[in-house]
């Protein structure tokens, strides 16, 4: 098992500075391989980055119409949730299951702010002005303030489909992303500009070149890269090739209604 004081020196040895912002991710595997699990992963990434924020988005609010957009990379007639199931968004309200558990540990932790989109909010300390910098409009907001103030992005066992900052780049890139709709104590919220597939975004890979930090320590499988250069790779993607980072999978209604989109441009 992976101890606090290894953890720290594993930290302390990225290339990260210390006072940027770091949007983190980290696998529900790899606290397994530490001792005390959640708490002393989040304990000592505070401790070595101050300035942390992590993805606290519920799922869990989303309602879908019968009717919407067109190639909104969702069936109406078929809707992927029951409306039924859906909560109402409240700034306690639990972090989805599909995030991974450090989250919601970290959502709960004093010293943490929330901000307040009612599908993808974020969680941080000392980035307050980040947060409330997120509204319906913006969600990407709390990522682009960390983008201008030079923040890192990193991943613990993890790949780049859980790189959640892609999608970021590829809004700022100009890809038209979808529309969602979330329950909440105002009635229902559109929610414009809702992230697309991410099974596609390992082929940024080999475009990241020397620009992504990739290592090994202690059975952790760890990747950091600069927001600021995954925003530039990204938008030179996309300038190359509209579809870029689209997955390869049959059916994928998001990426299949972006490649309709491109396709009724042409």
Known sequence: ??????????????????????????SDHSL????????????????????LMMPSFTY???VFPSHGPKDNGVEYNNPPLD?????????????SNEVGRAPEIFRNLPDVQRSSHPILSFCGRELDQALQSQSLSKPY?????????EGWVLLIDLDQTSNFSIHYALYKGGRKLFTRWALTSAGVKTCPHFPGCSEGFNKINPHLETSLFSTKKAALTIKAVPLTVLQKVVQRLLSQNPVALLCDKEHCLRCESIRARVESKL
């Open 141 to 149: 907001a709390p990522l682009s303030d960390a983008a201008e103030q």
């Open 32 to 51: 397994e391989k530490i001792q005390g699990g959640a708490k002393t992963f989040l304990g000592t990434a505070k401790a070595v980055f101050p300035r």
């Open 1 to 26: 098992m992976i101890q606090y004081r290894e953890l720290t020196h594993i930290f302390r040895s990225l290339p990260i500075p210390e006072n940027r912002p770091l949007v983190l991710h980290v």
């Open 60 to 62: 869990q609010t989303m």
């Open 83 to 95: 409306n039924q199931k859906a909560v109402f968004f409240h700034p306690l309200l639990p972090v």
